[in-house]
């Protein structure tokens, strides 16, 4: 009796260290895959350095809002259509 439970101590054992040594290799293998993908980003990122295609020196586009006065003016110009 106490063998029994004994053998299946030991097999519900080994089951959680294979379990934790899989986890590790998927962990491992993401791991190495997240390093490579990194090492190629840092290339992009050097490769636009070098080339000139930074994004230094650009700003996002400034959208200007019209006054009153300004649609009142378009407006009577013939610039705008009524709806």
Same mark, same amino acid.
């Given at each position: $009796?106490?063998? +029994?439970? &004994? ?6 054992? %080994? %089951? ?7 986890? #590790?290799? *998927?962990? @491992?293998?993401a791991n190495a895959e ?13 490769? *636009?350095?070098?080339?000139g295609r930074s994004e230094?020196? +650009?700003?996002? @586009? &400034? ?5 009153? *006065?300004?649609? #009142?003016?378009?407006? $009577? %110009?013939?610039? &705008?259509?009524?709806?």
């Open positions: $009796m106490e063998e +029994q439970i &004994i053998k299946e101590a030991d097999k519900e054992a %080994n %089951n959680l260290i294979d379990d934790a040594n899989k986890s #590790a290799e *998927r962990l @491992e293998k997240h390093k490579a993908l990194l090492e190629r980003e840092e290339k992009l990122f050097a490769l *636009r350095k070098l080339g230094a020196g +650009q700003a996002p @586009e &400034i959208i200007k809002e019209e006054t009153p *006065r300004e649609y #009142a003016n378009k407006l $009577m %110009n013939g610039l &705008i259509a009524l709806k």
